[in-house]
């Protein structure tokens, strides 16, 4: 082997932010960040962060007891799309509190296998019910 640097490797580390971490932009410069972690049979938890041009983001969830727990951390002057992996809507929290009485979240639409969230940079910390 001449290098490491070579696409085999770059692909599994794009998958990793993008599919288990949710990492991923939605244009030019993060400007739009996309969350959208995907929890899978036997993977129970993931942390990544990414400095990208904008500032640090982050994420981190823990599936536990039916419960999927997601921290973000969204940097300034950005936004982001959120989704969150659940089969009940109603009952995603946000610090907390419903997520429709959060501030900074906008939920935009929901079907039976996520919530679709807008959020204005900060720190986030989701709560919902899994139970796929």
Not at 69 to 98: C, F, M, Q, W, Y
Request: proline share 7%.
């Amino acid at each position: 082997m001449n290098s490491f640097n070579h696409y085999a490797f770059g692909s599994v580390g794009e998958f990793m932010y993008r599919y288990v971490a949710g990492i991923d932009t939605e244009g030019a410069g993060f400007k739009t960040i996309a969350i959208a972690p995907y929890p899978g049979p036997g993977l129970t938890s993931a942390r990544a962060s990414y400095q990208a041009v904008t500032g640090l983001i982050s994420t981190d969830w823990l599936l536990s007891k039916n419960t999927f727990s997601l921290e973000i951390k969204v940097p300034p002057n950005t936004v982001s799309h959120v989704r969150i992996p659940t089969s009940n809507p109603d009952a995603v929290l946000e610090s907390g509190k419903p997520v429709e009485k959060a501030s900074c979240v906008k939920v935009l639409s929901h079907d039976s296998k996520a919530l679709y969230l807008e959020v204005q940079s900060g720190t986030y910390r989701f709560t919902a019910p899994y139970t796929f």
